[in-house]
């Protein structure tokens, strides 16, 4: 679970890729890194741990005309500087970098097939060490002949940089989105590639999504695609749901309106009545207005968030998520007091949030809490890159629906089923954290 950006253009490639990271914060916090390639075929590398933001001002100025960079969330291998990526290698003389957002669910066992030295425990150095042991007559061949093999048993969405191109691929299901965006003149055109559009902060213009089983190759003249799997596209549906950002375009979706949009239908099937709909900030909000157009029940931002402190869910350490979620949300009492609130979040993952936060709020004087949600709870881990890969993590788990209930402290419990989401989608996206069907063996 990740954000990954790349570049390539006249600009200061570096900065470019830094900007796109920052866009792209909430999809990783552990930490980052920026590779960046110059004219001469060498390469600048940095990686740090921690949020990008928290980041102290750079030694010394770093450039290029391509670059490549990552925000992560582990999982695969843990925290630290040696697991950060870019990941880079050496193909005889020639050297690439890439990074990765996604999950190879077997990277363990194919790293003892492959053997040798491992810089790093994670899966993402699999993938570079499989197109540096593949037969090919060149970096495009071996990709190409890698991806295929990897195709129908891993999730992935990446870009390699090498020699002065970048490549971008998504595996042939889709599970993770994959933005292009250009800017300049025909003929002089600068790359962009990102996880999701807002990493384009309108600097760049968006053409479109690297396609599910495709490889697009950017080497400064008009991107060629090259397809290595038949596609079978069956995207995250908590992408659209949760955890892109609501100011972006994920899979061609605008995540702000399917969330509303999934906030009426939720709306539209209510017969609590209560004081006020409350949304837990901020990815509910869009569904708590979409709610509040369907019932006509006053909307009240009655929960507010301390601006410092990050998104909760992409905190890996279950100690550090509560300690943030018991700093991060400001209640305003007087809205509260003795009042019956509908409260609108999007999911319920882990329940971190929700286990700190109703107690406060039954401290402020809330009178009874109805919990509505825009999806079932998980009761199946993910292994196609989303970050929870543990069944004894997820709340749901094990679970019913009245069990959550007394477990959560609340007057009423109800979500949007599956059936709900895929008549919005119109498309057949991947559900296996909510159903247990998985599209790939794991």
């Given at each position: 679970?990740s954000?990954?950006?790349?570049?390539?253009?006249?600009?200061?490639?570096?900065?470019?890729?830094?900007?796109?990271?920052?866009?792209?914060?909430?999809?990783?916090?552990?930490?980052?890194?920026?590779?960046?390639?110059?004219?001469?075929?060498?390469?600048?590398?940095?990686?740090?741990?921690?949020?990008?933001?928290?980041?102290?001002?750079?030694?010394?100025?770093?450039?290029g005309?391509?670059?490549?960079?990552?925000?992560?969330?582990?999982?695969?291998?843990?925290?630290?500087?040696?697991?950060?990526?870019?990941?880079?290698?050496r193909?005889?003389?020639?050297?690439?970098?890439?990074?990765?957002?996604?999950?190879?669910?077997?990277?363990k066992?194919?790293?003892?097939?492959?053997?040798g030295?491992?810089?790093?425990?994670?899966?993402?150095?699999?993938?570079?060490?499989?197109?540096?042991?593949?037969?090919?007559?060149?970096?495009?061949?071996?990709?190409?002949?890698?991806?295929?093999?990897?195709?129908?048993?891993?999730?992935?969405s990446?870009?390699?940089?090498?020699?002065?191109?970048?490549?971008?691929?998504?595996?042939p299901?889709?599970?993770?989105?994959?933005?292009?965006?250009?800017?300049?003149?025909?003929?002089?055109?600068?790359?962009?590639?990102?996880?999701?559009?807002?990493?384009?902060?309108?600097?760049?213009?968006?053409?479109?999504?690297?396609?599910?089983?495709?490889?697009?190759?950017?080497?400064?003249?008009?991107?060629?695609t090259?397809?290595?799997?038949?596609?079978?596209?069956?995207?995250?549906?908590?992408?659209?749901?949760?955890?892109?950002?609501?100011?972006?375009?994920?899979?061609?979706?605008?995540?702000?309106?399917?969330?509303?949009?999934?906030?009426?239908?939720?709306?539209?099937?209510?017969?609590?009545?209560?004081?006020?709909?409350?949304?837990?900030?901020?990815?509910?909000?869009?569904?708590?207005?979409?709610?509040?157009?369907?019932?006509?029940?006053?909307?009240?931002?009655?929960?507010n968030?301390?601006?410092?402190?990050?998104?909760?869910?992409?905190?890996?350490?279950?100690?550090d998520?509560?300690?943030?979620?018991?700093?991060?949300?400001?209640?305003?009492?007087?809205?509260?007091k003795?009042?019956?609130?509908?409260?609108?979040?999007?999911?319920?993952?882990?329940?971190?949030?929700?286990?700190?936060?109703?107690?406060?709020?039954?401290a402020?004087?809330?009178?009874?809490?109805?919990?509505?949600?825009?999806?079932?709870?998980?009761r199946?881990?993910?292994?196609?890159?989303?970050?929870?890969?543990?069944?004894?993590?997820?709340?749901?788990?094990?679970?019913t629906?009245?069990?959550?209930?007394?477990?959560?402290?609340?007057?009423?419990?109800?979500?949007?089923?599956t059936?709900?989401?895929?008549?919005?989608?119109?498309?057949?996206?991947?559900?296996?954290?909510?159903?247990?069907?998985?599209?790939?063996p794991?």
């Amino acid at each position: 679970m990740s954000g990954i950006f790349g570049f390539s253009g006249k600009g200061n490639a570096f900065v470019e890729v830094k900007t796109g990271l920052e866009n792209l914060s909430h999809r990783g916090q552990e930490s980052w890194g920026i590779v960046s390639g110059h004219r001469d075929g060498s390469i600048s590398e940095l990686r740090r741990l921690g949020s990008i933001f928290q980041a102290a001002p750079l030694g010394r100025f770093y450039s290029g005309s391509v670059a490549i960079g990552h925000v992560r969330y582990p999982t695969a291998g843990e925290a630290s500087e040696r697991n950060s990526q870019p990941i880079v290698g050496r193909i005889k003389k020639e050297k690439i970098a890439i990074v990765h957002n996604g999950h190879i669910p077997k990277y363990k066992q194919l790293m003892e097939e492959i053997g040798g030295l491992f810089q790093t425990e994670t899966d993402t150095e699999v993938i570079l060490q499989m197109i540096a042991r593949t037969a090919g007559a060149d970096l495009l061949e071996k990709t190409l002949k890698t991806l295929g093999y990897l195709s129908r048993r891993s999730a992935f969405s990446l870009i390699i940089l090498s020699n002065g191109k970048l490549i971008a691929a998504r595996d042939p299901f889709g599970f993770r989105p994959l933005s292009v965006a250009q800017r300049g003149e025909e003929g002089i055109y600068e790359w962009a590639v990102a996880s999701e559009t807002c990493a384009f902060h309108d600097q760049f213009e968006w053409v479109g999504d690297v396609e599910p089983g495709q490889m697009l190759v950017i080497d400064g003249e008009e991107p060629k695609t090259l397809s290595f799997a038949s596609p079978n596209p069956r995207p995250c549906i908590l992408e659209c749901l949760d955890y892109a950002s609501p100011a972006s375009q994920v899979f061609s979706i605008n995540t702000y309106e399917f969330r509303e949009r999934a906030g009426v239908r939720l709306g539209k099937s209510e017969n609590q009545k209560a004081d006020m709909i409350v949304p837990i900030p901020r990815a509910a909000i869009p569904a708590a207005l979409g709610f509040q157009g369907a019932t006509g029940m006053p909307y009240r931002e009655a929960i507010n968030t301390v601006g410092e402190i990050g998104r909760i869910f992409i905190i890996s350490k279950e100690k550090d998520r509560l300690e943030k979620a018991e700093k991060k949300f400001l209640l305003n009492r007087d809205l509260l007091k003795g009042k019956e609130i509908l409260l609108i979040d999007t999911i319920l993952v882990r329940g971190s949030t929700a286990l700190i936060l109703i107690p406060k709020l039954r401290a402020a004087g809330v009178s009874k809490i109805h919990l509505r949600l825009t999806a079932p709870p998980p009761r199946f881990p993910c292994f196609m890159g989303m970050a929870m890969a543990k069944q004894g993590e997820l709340l749901g788990t094990n679970r019913t629906d009245e069990q959550l209930r007394t477990l959560l402290g609340i007057d009423s419990f109800q979500y949007l089923k599956t059936e709900d989401l895929k008549e919005l989608t119109g498309a057949n996206f991947c559900d296996a954290c909510l159903s247990g069907k998985y599209p790939l063996p794991i």
